[in-house]
T-cell receptor
Framework: GDSVTQMEGPVTLSEEAFLTINCTYT??????LFWYVQYPGEGLQLLLK???ADDKGSNKGFEATYRKETTSFHLEKGSVQVSDSAVYFC??????????WGAGTKLIIKP | EAGVAQSPRYKIIEKRQSVAFWCNPI?????LYWYQQILGQGPKLLIQ????????DSQLPKDRFSAERLKGVDSTLKIQPAKLEDSAVYLC????FGQGGSGELFFGEGSRLTVL
């Protein structure tokens, strides 16, 4: 079945460092891809999404490109801030009501 | 527009007691989800409704968990009797899912359950 694999955390970086969180997927069709973020003590919220190959989703300085050839949707940010500390979840859906989640990657940014 | 509303935010009970959580989705969202999130883990889907019908409840422990969505709007999730391992955050989410839907879920802030 469909699945999502994320890099294990925690990922610890210094402020202003470059961030990459890897996400790869397995899917039989043409899924839509998402990154959700969960800040400490808060609910999940959508960070960005891409619905077809080569689409780039972006929000709050974060970007991710839907790469069908490598079945990847890596999350990147050029310069992280302490406020970016959170847990990041990669997910996919085939549009059939089902959302498949990765296990989450905890990001810790040190000042 | 108003977001997904959940209550209570926090609940502490003893094992074998019962608890109920309530969720009101975003107006017009036909699909409603209940997830269980144990500390340090990703969300686990418990049940998914499309309007007032159940789409998926394969991971719902039906011997102790029940959920309903009367009239296709708000929903309640009940646990009876609670076990220690039910300590988690219960997340409600809604979406405009359907054929051609975008797949974006909108989450409430969650209800944190502690079972002692």
């Amino acid at each position: 079945g469909d699945s999502v694999t994320q890099m294990e955390g925690p990922v610890t970086l210094s402020e202003e460092a470059f961030l990459t969180i890897n996400c790869t997927y397995t899917a039989t069709g043409y899924p839509s891809l998402f990154w959700y973020v969960q800040y400490p003590g808060e609910g999940l919220q959508l960070l960005l999404k891409a619905t077809k190959a080569d689409d780039k989703g972006s929000n709050k300085g974060f970007e991710a490109t839907y790469r069908k050839e490598t079945t990847s949707f890596h999350l990147e940010k050029g310069s992280v801030q302490v406020s970016d500390s959170a847990v990041y979840f990669c997910a996919l859906t085939q549009g059939n009501y089902q959302l498949i989640w990765g296990a989450g990657t905890k990001l810790i940014i040190k000042p | 527009e108003a977001g997904v509303a959940q209550s209570p935010r926090y609940k502490i009970i003893e094992k074998r007691q019962s608890v109920a959580f309530w969720c009101n989705p975003i107006s017009g969202h036909a699909t409603l989800y209940w997830y269980q999130q144990i500390l340090g883990q990703g969300p686990k889907l418990l049940i998914q409704f499309q309007n007032n019908g159940v789409v998926d409840d394969s991971q719902l422990p039906k011997d102790r968990f029940s959920a309903e969505r009367l009239k296709g709007v708000d929903s309640t999730l009940k646990i009876q009797p609670a076990k220690l391992e039910d300590s988690a955050v219960y997340l409600c989410a809604s979406s405009r899912f359907g054929q051609g839907g975008s797949g974006e879920l909108f989450f409430g802030e969650g209800s944190r359950l502690t079972v002692l």
